[in-house]
Each structure stands twice: as C-alpha cells, then as structure tokens.
C-alpha cells in the first residue's frame, strides 16, 4: 500500500476477561487476536498469518464473540443486507462457514484444497457482496445464516 498504516498489521493478545477491548480492537483495523493462554506454538503461528497479510481470530475467541454479540443486541452488528445470502455461490458459503469457524485464509485454502490466492479472493467477495466492514462481520453473518452453530 502506499500509506504507512497499511503496512501496520496488528495482532492483540487478549485475555478471558479482556472481550470489550477485542471489539475495540478489531473495530479499530486489528487483522486478528489471540488468547494469552493458547500455546507459544500457536501464538506464534498466529503472528506469521498476520503479517502474511492474512486476519486470524482463534477459534475460542470467535465462539465467544458470538455468545457475547447474542447477548448484547444492542452492538453495532452487521446491517440487515448482510443476513442476505443472495447471490453468494456453493463455494463461498463453505469460505464463509470456515471464517466462522475462525480459520484463517490459509487455512481454508488448505481444508478446500485450493491456492491460498484463491482463498483470499473468496473472503475478498464475501466482503463485497455481504458488505462486510471486517472478518468479525462474516463470522456475525456466518452465525446469522445458521453457517455456524451458536456457542453451548
């Protein structure tokens, strides 16, 4: 990009108690977070997706994302056009389900056997066609459609 900010990739390390700060966050332009008690391993790896451009939300958060936006109504949540799937194809509803299931685009690449590039440009269109400001939005959105089930 040419400004300095697009170059900026964030990726907030949160705790259990910290939720409110995550929807800041990532509100803000964060391209992820991650849970302070997962593994080194996995913190690690979560950093090398978001400087690899892609956005990461583990798994735990993204469920307790959901609860959380069940329970408060009131959020700034995704505008009515987005619950519409109209005109999204078979494959973009399985993307869709997986950046639900908080997997990055790496990831769905992989579970889809298909390019990373190609990944990319279906959240790309999700974004587009869904009106999505951000990846919290399509997992909202993925929860809306019953693409993912509710947090127990």
């Not at 907030?12 to 108690?17: C, I, P, S």
């Not at 090398?48 to 408060?72: H, M, Q």
């Not at 889809?112 to 587009?128: D, E, M, P, Y």
Request: glycine content about 10%.
């Amino acid at each position: 990009g040419t400004g300095a900010t697009e170059d900026v990739r964030i990726l907030v390390l949160t705790t259990f108690d910290e939720d409110d700060h995550v929807y800041g966050a990532l509100r803000a332009g964060a391209s992820g977070f991650a849970v302070k008690d997962m593994a080194l391993e996995e913190i690690l790896a979560a950093i090398r997706v978001v400087a690899a451009g892609d956005a990461l939300i583990a798994p735990g958060v993204t469920r307790r994302l959901i609860a959380d936006f069940v329970r408060r109504p009131g959020l700034p949540a995704a505008e009515p056009a987005l619950r519409s799937a109209a005109g999204i194809t078979e494959r973009e509803r399985e993307v869709l389900t997986l950046v639900g299931r908080g997997r990055s685009n790496g990831e769905i690449a992989e579970e889809l056997f298909i390019s990373a590039a190609t990944a990319k440009s279906h959240v790309s269109r999700l974004f587009t066609k869904l009106g999505a400001r951000d990846r919290v939005q399509l997992v909202i959105t993925a929860y809306e459609m019953g693409l993912v089930a509710p947090p127990r």
